[in-house]
């Protein structure tokens, strides 16, 4: 079973409750930063959703493309942590913006947070800088897909590192990974129904 109980302040209403047990919980390392940073109830579920999808999405691309390497643990981080810098910059919570990509990333290095494992809060908006790899690519699709949100230049860049290191023809890769994406996202509204029980902030 997956368990994901996003921290907040006082009791959880009964529709909060019906809906805990739906998602994996966030790395233990992930949840003590959380705390450290008072991540509102809402940006943990958020980062909730988004692991989940990371680890789904990783379970299916292991399966279909065996050839194709990624840290697993990384990843896991990288998605339980990507928007931690929105807990200094509120309104990005809500409102569109990337100031929080450069100010996490800082703020996980001043937190002790290596260099390899704070990047995922810059590179998940950035997807398209030349020297980001596999596990960046993966948070950045997990941070779309979780909302079925659909970006081709991103998908397809995913795609052309599966063929590169598969060696199979590119059009097979991208059915296969196209079908895998569309399987995820098509949770998108259960996902955003639970998100929208954590209104606070």
Not at 61 to 85: I, K, N, Q, S
Not at 91 to 96: K, S, Y
Not at 154 to 165: G, H
């Amino acid at each position: 079973m997956r368990l994901a109980t996003p921290m907040k302040s006082g009791s959880y209403s009964k529709e909060e409750a019906s809906v805990a047990s739906a998602y994996m919980p966030l790395p233990e390392e992930a949840r003590r930063l959380c705390e450290r940073l008072r991540a509102s109830p809402r940006l943990v579920a958020h980062l909730t959703l988004v692991h989940d999808v990371a680890c789904r999405l990783m379970e299916r691309l292991r399966a279909a493309f065996p050839d194709f390497p990624f840290d697993a643990d990384r990843v896991a981080f990288g998605a339980a942590t990507h928007d931690l810098g929105k807990t200094r910059l509120a309104a990005e919570l809500f409102d569109a913006g990337d100031s929080h990509q450069v100010a996490g990333r800082a703020l996980l290095r001043k937190l002790g947070v290596p260099k390899d494992r704070a990047r995922f809060a810059f590179t998940h908006g950035n997807w398209d800088d030349p020297s980001i790899q596999n596990e960046d690519l993966i948070v950045a699709l997990a941070d779309k897909i979780w909302k079925s949100k659909r970006i081709a230049k991103l998908e397809n860049r995913a795609v052309d590192a599966i063929t590169r290191s598969s060696g199979r023809d590119r059009w097979q890769v991208s059915a296969e990974f196209d079908a895998i994406v569309e399987e995820l996202a098509s949770e998108a509204d259960t996902r955003l129904a639970w998100l929208d029980q954590f209104r606070g902030g």
